[in-house]
């Protein structure tokens, strides 16, 4: 499974919607993802990716797209 594809699992998993956001839709704007459950997604995420996100990198503005997150990883890595 592709980077991508499993971070929209993740998504899926945490907004418990089965939809596939575009690239650059913003998670939280539409409603899929808010606040609450950024904790969530960056603990899936952690597990998923193999990796420690630091809790200084906690803002919805790192997370808020496919293609956010995406960047964001790749950076981490």
Same mark, same amino acid.
């Given at each position: !499974? #592709?980077?991508?594809?499993?971070?929209?699992?993740?998504?899926?998993? =945490?907004?418990?919607? $089965?939809?596939?956001?575009?690239?650059? $839709?913003?998670?939280?704007?539409? %409603?899929?993802?808010?606040?609450?459950?950024?904790?969530? !997604?960056?603990?899936?995420?952690?597990?998923?990716? %193999?990796?420690?996100?630091? #809790? @200084?990198?906690?803002?919805?503005?790192?997370?808020? @797209? =496919?293609?956010?997150?995406?960047?964001?990883?790749?950076?981490?890595?």
């Amino acid at each position: !499974m #592709d980077r991508r594809a499993k971070i929209i699992e993740i998504i899926q998993s =945490v907004s418990k919607k $089965e939809v596939s956001p575009a690239a650059e $839709e913003s998670l939280f704007d539409s %409603g899929l993802l808010d606040s609450f459950a950024l904790p969530d !997604m960056v603990s899936a995420l952690e597990k998923a990716f %193999g990796m420690e996100i630091p #809790d @200084s990198d906690l803002n919805p503005r790192k997370f808020d @797209s =496919v293609e956010r997150i995406e960047s964001y990883l790749e950076s981490r890595q």
